[in-house]
């Protein structure tokens, strides 16, 4: 990895760092999520960097991929749990982090649970270290406090240009994981925690505002060139949401066109995913580089 592309990831990392902890004052009950999510990624621009993928704002039960769509509705409830997610980006090279921030005094505690399980999980990671040593510690740690953590999320690889690599750091003891950490590699540690009468496991809805590109081939069909030509221009095959594109297509044939790249599978949705028993879940997350000589926290 060269010191150009290790500047990169540094600079992605600090950029969202900074605004992670500026969310935390920015964020409340009765706000837009629209506002928030478009608040995000206007900062992210402003650091100097993109976003990584659109913000994800996901509220209670729902525990990953939620953004809002165009002319969103919602609002931050009362007394929510909110998990937001964001990432930038630098020529392609991703740093990823999140936070919770919890308006029911009585998620503190897990909140707290998950943030400590990330720090002991980040203290076990240098080269050669195992995935399952990690997935061990984060249980061990969360279950301490009469948590449980969510078993089928988990942290991840990442490299340029692509946020999730099919490379899984478990959030549980996993004996059969069987992968370690190694060098000029960048890692997203992500613990998830949920009560504990809770299923611990999580569920994909049918609904979906996150997208990726799959295929560069055209299919054989019209008014779609330009929706296509500008995703890959614009984000090559990192995470976008339609709302980023108002710009491109007119609504009526912007939804025709959206609806033709679904269904010749040209582009791929990330369904919203829910705890399964509608219990609140909780996050952190930070991303690592790992070189030969050190493993740099680049979202502190």
Not at 135 to 161: D, M, W
Not at 188 to 199: G, L, R
Not at 213 to 228: F, Q, R, S, T, V
Request: net charge negative.
């Amino acid at each position: 990895m060269s010191p150009e592309i290790v500047e990169c990831y540094i600079k992605a990392g600090q950029v969202i760092a900074n605004i992670r902890e500026r969310v935390r004052g920015i964020v409340e009950e009765g706000m837009p999520l629209l506002s928030l999510c478009e608040k995000v990624e206007t900062l992210i621009d402003q650091g100097g960097c993109r976003p990584a993928f659109p913000c994800n704002v996901d509220i209670n039960e729902i525990a990953a991929h939620y953004t809002s769509p165009p002319d969103d509705p919602k609002v931050i409830p009362s007394e929510a749990v909110v998990k937001i997610d964001l990432g930038a980006h630098l020529d392609g090279y991703v740093a990823d982090t999140a936070l919770t921030v919890s308006f029911d005094p009585l998620y503190e505690v897990m909140v707290q649970a998950v943030e400590e399980a990330l720090e002991k999980a980040i203290e076990l990671v240098r080269l050669g270290a195992k995935f399952s040593d990690v997935g061990s510690t984060i249980e061990r740690k969360i279950k301490a406090y009469r948590f449980q953590p969510v078993r089928n999320l988990c942290g991840h690889l990442t490299t340029r240009f692509i946020v999730h690599v099919p490379v899984s750091i478990p959030n549980v003891a996993s004996p059969f994981e069987t992968g370690k950490f190694a060098p000029d590699n960048v890692y997203a540690i992500e613990p998830f925690a949920t009560t504990a009468d809770a299923a611990g496991e999580v569920v994909s809805l049918k609904e979906a505002y996150i997208y990726h590109l799959i295929k560069l081939k055209p299919p054989k069909a019209a008014g779609i060139e330009k929706l296509l030509r500008t995703i890959k221009e614009r984000y090559w095959t990192l995470p976008f949401a339609k709302r980023w594109l108002l710009d491109v297509l007119p609504s009526e044939k912007l939804d025709r066109a959206f609806a033709t790249l679904l269904s010749h599978k040209i582009i791929q949705p990330y369904p919203v995913l829910i705890e399964k028993t509608a219990r609140p879940v909780v996050q952190a997350e930070h991303t690592i580089l790992l070189t030969k000589n050190d493993a740099i926290v680049i979202t502190w």
